[in-house]
């Protein structure tokens, strides 16, 4: 049974730093294409972060230059690094992984089409006050 568990969120003024983890069961996290979603009440799902199995990864023009997404193979956890927080980031994160290796389908780029993504996590909450 795959698990995806995300943990790390919090309360968190403007400008400053948080870590999201997801550890995952039951799944490779190494395997396969693994990204960080979004969602703000009243807005749609948006894909901020992935990480492909070739270590190729992508990013949201939102968020490109401030978060770094990893991961470590030894513990089959995702992380999401967050600098230079602000109001507008705030939102639930969640975890999110494939059945297959890569971020893209025959049809292109896939990395945050959400149909791509088989697995996903309960999320975690992540508040940024200015």
């Known amino acids: 049974q795959v698990q995806l568990v995300e943990s790390g969120g919090g309360s968190v003024q403007a400008g400053g730093s948080l870590r999201l983890s997801c550890a995952a069961s039951g799944y490779s996290a190494s395997s396969h294409c693994m990204a960080w979603f979004r969602q703000v009440p009243g807005k749609e799902r948006e894909g901020i972060a992935a990480?492909?199995?070739?270590?190729?990864?992508y990013y949201a023009d939102s968020v490109k230059g401030r978060f770094a997404i990893s991961q470590d193979n030894a513990k089959n956890t995702l992380y999401l690094e967050m600098n230079s927080l602000q109001s507008v980031d705030s939102g639930m994160y969640y975890c999110?992984?494939?059945?297959?290796?890569?971020?893209?389908?025959?049809?292109?780029?896939?990395?945050?089409?959400?149909?791509?993504?088989?697995?996903w996590g309960q999320g975690t909450q992540v508040t940024v006050s200015s």
């Open positions: 999110a992984g494939t059945s297959g290796p890569y971020c893209y389908t025959p049809e292109g780029r896939a990395e945050f089409a959400e149909m791509h993504f088989r697995y």
């Open positions: 990480f492909e199995s070739t270590g190729s990864t």
